[in-house]
Structure formats: structure tokens, C-alpha cells
């Protein structure tokens, strides 16, 4: 411990109230990476202590124990064996619930035995108060062989004291592992291994040496050691499964004799808490589904409320000061790239922050308040049928306002399988970018006509777009399922949380850390494709799009009042002999079947930056301003194909929206897939499946159309 700053590693159960004491500590003073390897959040704080030192806190992800079960739990497992090369812990902070002791004693005894300095912190102490629960800190201290500190996060309280207790514990780290008493005897597991390996590895706790010969081959990266351990395995006989159950009836059994010495608590008839009252309701068999749809309309329709506003904001500053600099700047080929390229991709990629913050914001809410546990819980059994698990709900209803944090929201599913059929089935949830185009299609095809006095049609159509595709997402799950070729039991065990308030500290510094991630990791996707895209609609092959500059400069000349609509004209030609219209052109034989034309075509190609690009592609191809969507309207109920039959037919037009309901038309979701998967192997496969569902679905809706 010679460096300058000291590293703590902060370990607990799941909701021990973790998060809680990594804010209090550290603030703001935070940064998000990833541990190397997997796709696991490595949150890291700074604080100092009351010497002066500098702290570095790394937040773990939570865990029962130390045998690991999920991916999350690996990466805690390693860096407490001293096996993650990147990840070094000095001292460990473990959080305990003081409500539910007796389960986080056995994550506690053993990491007591692996021998390094840690302390004990006690979180939830009003909660076990209200359960009548008393703990004796100092007899448990005496018990463990360890500091115990109780705080609450919430209210700043013991943090001063949990302070001084780790500056006392690395002024002598030496004393303080030894301080540190066997917990249980491991000479009545595999006392002959174990021996063999404390003379070979001989730095290592007799612990740590067990778990190497239980994961040796996940902890030991030298092939010469792990040969080594095998040797020894395969000499005295190891059996770890019978090691390991034998080990942990040892210490439960150790851990009553500690809870019977050091923790009164009420019987659990002698008391029913608010939240046992609340369950019967919230989990209620008709009832709790039905308010769990109601909280999830509310949080679908905030998402849209709250973010309007802002999303606004933004879209008008950047359309102020892109048309700023249209007039200030000179007509070059590097203006149009800052205002066109940089501008647009910048607009695309800060006009999802508050959708970004506000879901997280919710999230974050409905996960301190112990909401969305039961939300899981309720949602399992539909989800399970479909190869997914109750805790893929939230990420698909969430794509509902924008598959971008929906799909990074989809961390907290612990099973590999579950959560990569989650990612690749969200985008088809119909998000907020589809209602421009599905608005603009239904006014075109469908009548304003009302059943019953008040079922709108057009919003019957929208709602079954809506419905198609979350059918759609349920049933490629369940096909999907059996060619994802990842063998990994899943087990939805799930703890139900006591119902408390909100801790807003939390969700203001999880909306600023989510907007941050999106912003600097997907982001630098988003602006190369956007670049690429102006390039692709800016330029073309040959001499045509500058005769055509020509052509419209002599005719602009000559019609000075036509100037305005001549403009407009000139960027839809030029956009038709740009690469990106040449692309149009080149699709058309592929997209005329389902209906189209090679305008759809190339806004079909401009709109994968957005699907919502679809309808301003549309305004500048006829020549319209794109605010004004009865013109826009009227010119694309206008318009025809060169044999003079209408373009926008209502099987044309329903077969558009159905391609736009299912397809991958959006850059920074794949951005998004392709940070969270760590590989360009499954937004490929996503982009690949996604365009092939929407091409057949939509070519059986235009065949039929044409047919009836």
C-alpha cells in the first residue's frame, strides 16, 4: 500500500444499499467504464480521507457469495481472488443489510477468510428497527474479528466514522488481516489439497487456495500453475461440488450460533410490515396486473410528455444555428460538411439525451422505491414463454420511447441468453422516431372517421402498428431462442425489496452518467455514419450534379422570383444523381414489389441515420417545406409512378408502414447493440434478420393489398 492512492473495493448483496453508500461517499466524483472483457458496468469514485489520502472506490457488482453464477458475479469473484490484472483492491468495504444479517454473513465470512483488510458496514438500520431488530455492534465485532460500522447513506450518517475506521485498517494492513480470525476450519474440507497448495502458492489464505482448486482454471492464468492444481486435484481425489456444500453448511452453522449471541429479533408473526400488506395488493392476481399496466402507460406516456420540451429545445437550437450558419458561412464544400454532416450528426445524437434521462430517471425510481422488482416478478411467466424472463419487460416497454436506452437498460438480466434475445427483439417495439412516419401514412391512406362516437380509425391503425410490433418482438424471441447456442440454466430468483422512497441524489447522478455513456461511446458511431451519409448524398459520380448546378444557376438567373422553388428543385435533382440517389435507383427493382418508387428507395437509404428522416427525405424530394405537412400531404397523394398510377396507394402506403415497423432503420441502435454485445457479429445478424422480416412481412401486406 506505497501508492498515493488507495483502492477499495465495495462489495455486497444486492439491494444492501450499495449504490447508496458509493454516492454518499463519493458524490459526483464519479466515471463509468467497463470491466476488461465483459459488458459490466465499472463504476469508480474518488473521495479523501480524514489523513489526506486519496480513495478510489470500486463499486462491485452485487453477489450472494463467493461461487459465482452469473457474468456480473465473475467479475466481483476475480478481483476479490486478486485475479482480474486491471482491478486491484487494497482493503474491502463490505455492505450488509442489517434486516436481513443472517443471508449477508455468508458473502461476510467469506471474505473474511480470504484473508484480506475489510470492514463491515451496516446499512438499512431503520428498517430493521421498524422490524424489531437489534443488533449488538460491538459483540458482532468481537465475533467476526472485524470492524463494524453502522451509516445511513441516505442521511450522511457514520460516514465520518467508516472514514476513520479505514485510515485505522491501512495505517498497519498487516494487523489488520490478522485480526482477522478463521471464520470456519478448512482442515475437515480438503485438508491434504489444500496443504499441497499452501506450499506451492504459499501467498495465498488457505481459502483462496480452495477456491483455486474449485475455479482454477478461470482464476490462474499461467498454464504451468493450473497444470499444477490439476496434479493436485487429481492426486487427493477433489471433489468440489461436496466441498463446497460441505463448507457452506459450516459456516450457517457458525452464522446461527453469531446471530444468537448478537441479534434480537422480533418473531415474524408478531409483526406485518407495510410492505407485506402492499405485496397483497401489488401482486394481487387480477389487481396487480392491472395497476402494473397503468404504471407502465404512465411511464410510457412521461417519456413522451417530459421529454417533448427538451427534445424541442434542442432540435430548435441546432435548426437556428445550422440556418445561422448557412447565412454566415461561404457556400463550400466544408460549410456544407460542419452544417449538413457535423451539425445534423451532433443534433442526431444529443436529441435522444432527454429521452436517455428522463427513462433512466424513472427507472431509477421505480428500482428505489422496490417497484420494479415486482414488475419483474409479474411479467415472468408471459416473458418465459417467449425465451426471455420477467426482467426483460421494462427494456421492450421502454422501447417504446427509444431502443437506445432501452437496450442499455438491459444490464440488470443476469442470464447471457435472456439478456442478448432481449437486445435483439427491442427495436422492434415501435419507438417515438416511427410516429412521424406512421403519422404522416395514416393522414395520407386512412379516413378520420369515428366508431361508436369516439374509436378514431387512424388511431386503431396506429395502435395495431403498435400491437404488430410487440407481436412480432414475442415471436422472434421464441424462434430465436433455439438457434442462440448459449447453454446456460436460467433461474429467476428474485428478491422482493422493502418499499421505500426514492433516494434523488441516485437518480439525478444515474441520468447524468447514462447521458454520458450514450454521448461518448455511441455517439463517436453516430458521427462517423452521419459523416458518411452527407458524404453519399453530397457527392456523385461524374459531371451530372455539377450540370445540374449550372442548369438550375441560368435558370435561377432568368426567374429571379422563382428563386425559392428552384432551390428546391435543384437539391431533389441533385439528390437523385447523388450515391445515395443512384442507390435508390439501384434498389428500385428490389423495393418495387412491395410498392415503392426509387424516392421511397433513397429515403429509405437517408433514413437509417433516423427514421424519422423519412418524412423530411420525403419534403425535400417533392419540393416542399418540411413544416408544412398538408402540402407535404397533398404532394405525396399527388404523386405517381411513370405509368401514371398513384405511388401512395393504401396497400403501398400500409406496406411502408409495416417495413418501417419492423426494420433496422436506425444507426445508433446498431451503435448501441454493437457496445453492449462488444462484437459487430450479432447488429449485423440484427440488421440482417430485422430487414428480411420487414421486407417479407411487407411484400405479403402490397401482394394482398393489390389483390382485395
Not at 441516505?154 to 465520518?160: E, Q
Not at 479505514?166 to 482477522?180: G, H, S
Request: charged fraction near 20%.
Amino acid at each position: 500500500m506505497q501508492s498515493t492512492t488507495l483502492h477499495i473495493a465495495l462489495v455486497g448483496n444486492p439491494n444492501s444499499g450499495k449504490s447508496s453508500l458509493f454516492n454518499a461517499l463519493t458524490g459526483l466524483n464519479q466515471k463509468v467504464g467497463n470491466f476488461p472483457g465483459v459488458t459490466v458496468d465499472k463504476k469508480t469514485g474518488a473521495f479523501v480521507l480524514e489523513s489526506g489520502k486519496k480513495a478510489e472506490l470500486i463499486d462491485l457488482p452485487g453477489t450472494y457469495s463467493l461461487y459465482p453464477r452469473r457474468a456480473d458475479e465473475w467479475v466481483a469473484y476475480k478481483v476479490l481472488m486478486g485475479a482480474d490484472e486491471e482491478v486491484k483492491a487494497d482493503l474491502v468495504i463490505l455492505v450488509a443489510d442489517a434486516s436481513n444479517l443472517k443471508r449477508n454473513l455468508l458473502f461476510c465470512s467469506q471474505i473474511i477468510d480470504l484473508k484480506v483488510p475489510v470492514v463491515m458496514v451496516l446499512t438499512m438500520n431503520d428498517i430493521a428497527a421498524k422490524k424489531d431488530i437489534k443488533i449488538d455492534i460491538s459483540g458482532l465485532e468481537a465475533d467476526l474479528g472485524i470492524p463494524v460500522v453502522a451509516v445511513n447513506p441516505r442521511k450522511n450518517k457514520g460516514l465520518h466514522e467508516l472514514k476513520k475506521v479505514i485510515a485505522q485498517l491501512t495505517r498497519v494492513p498487516e494487523d489488520a488481516i490478522r485480526r482477522n480470525r478463521d471464520f470456519i476450519s478448512l482442515q475437515n474440507l480438503a485438508p491434504a489439497a489444500i496443504a499441497d497448495m499452501q506450499i506451492y502458492f504459499p501467498a495465498n489464505s488457505e481459502y483462496a487456495s480452495l477456491h483455486q482448486l474449485i475455479n482454477g482454471e478461470e482464476l490462474i492464468q499461467n498454464a504451468d500453475s493450473w497444470q499444477l492444481i490439476k496434479t493436485i486435484t487429481t492426486k487427493h481425489q477433489f471433489n468440489p461440488t461436496k466441498t463446497q456444500a460441505e463448507e457452506i453448511l459450516h459456516r450457517y452453522s457458525r452464522i446461527r450460533q453469531i446471530m444468537q449471541n448478537n441479534v434480537v429479533e422480533t418473531g415474524p408473526l408478531e409483526k406485518k410490515l407495510f410492505s407485506d400488506k402492499l405485496d397483497g395488493l401489488l401482486l394481487h392476481r387480477t389487481w396487480g396486473y392491472i395497476i402494473l399496466l397503468a404504471v407502465l402507460f404512465l411511464l410510457f406516456q412521461s417519456i413522451f410528455w417530459l421529454a417533448q420540451f427538451p427534445m424541442d429545445a434542442i432540435e430548435a437550437g441546432f435548426a437556428g444555428a445550422s440556418s445561422w450558419l448557412n447565412g454566415a458561412l461561404p457556400e463550400t464544400w466544408w460549410s456544407n460538411l460542419l452544417v449538413n454532416g457535423l451539425m445534423a450528426g451532433l443534433s442526431g445524437i444529443l436529441v435522444f439525451v432527454p429521452q436517455i434521462m428522463i427513462l433512466f430517471g424513472l427507472i431509477t425510481i421505480l428500482e428505489d422505491t422496490g417497484y420494479m422488482a415486482r414488475i419483474s416478478f409479474l411479467s415472468d411467466k408471459l416473458m418465459r414463454k417467449a425465451g426471455l424472463n420477467g426482467k426483460s419487460v421494462m427494456p421492450m416497454i421502454s422501447g417504446f420511447a427509444c431502443a437506445v436506452p432501452a437496450i442499455m437498460s438491459a444490464r440488470n438480466i443476469e442470464n447471457k441468453k435472456e439478456r442478448l434475445l432481449t437486445i435483439l427483439v427491442t427495436p422492434l417495439m415501435s419507438c417515438s422516431a416511427r410516429l412521424p412516419v406512421y403519422t404522416i401514412l395514416i393522414s395520407l391512406v386512412i379516413d378520420d372517421t369515428y366508431y361508436f362516437g369516439f374509436l378514431s380509425l387512424q388511431g386503431l391503425v396506429m395502435m395495431g402498428l403498435y400491437f404488430l410490433g410487440t407481436f412480432m418482438a414475442l415471436i422472434m424471441s421464441y424462434i430465436l431462442k433455439f438457434f442462440i447456442n448459449i447453454k446456460e440454466k436460467s433461474f429467476f430468483i428474485l428478491e422482493l425489496p422493502i418499499y421505500r422512497g426514492p433516494r434523488w441524489k441516485n437518480v439525478v447522478t444515474t441520468m447524468i452518467e447514462k447521458a454520458r455513456i450514450f454521448v461518448t461511446d455511441a455517439g463517436k458511431v453516430i458521427m462517423v455514419i452521419s459523416l458518411l451519409l452527407w458524404f453519399l448524398s453530397s457527392y456523385g459520380p461524374g459531371n451530372k450534379m455539377a450540370e445540374t448546378q449550372t442548369k438550375y444557376a441560368t435558370l435561377i438567373a432568368a426567374q429571379p422570383t422563382k428563386t425559392d422553388s428552384l432551390q428546391k428543385q435543384l437539391l431533389a435533382e441533385k439528390l437523385q444523381y447523388s450515391y445515395a440517389g443512384l442507390l435508390g435507383k439501384t434498389i428500385e427493382p428490389i423495393i418495387k414489389p412491395l410498392g415503392y418508387d426509387w424516392k421511397i428507395g433513397i429515403a429509405l437509404i437517408t433514413s437509417f441515420a433516423a427514421r424519422e428522416v423519412f418524412v423530411g427525405t420525403m419534403a425535400t424530394l417533392y419540393s416542399v417545406e418540411e413544416s408544412d405537412d398538408s402540402s407535404l400531404r397533398a404532394k405525396l397523394n399527388a404523386a405517381v409512378h411513370e405509368n401514371g398510377k398513384k405511388v401512395y396507394t393504401l396497400p403501398a402506403a400500409l406496406s411502408l408502414m409495416v417495413f418501417y415497423a419492423l426494420a433496422m432503420q436506425c444507426m445508433s441502435t446498431l451503435a448501441i447493440v454493437k457496445r453492449e454485445t462488444k462484437s459487430w457479429k450479432w447488429p449485423v445478424f440484427q440488421f440482417i434478420y430485422m430487414t428480411a422480416l420487414a421486407y417479407g412481412m411487407s411484400f405479403l401486406v402490397y401482394q394482398l393489398g393489390i389483390r382485395l
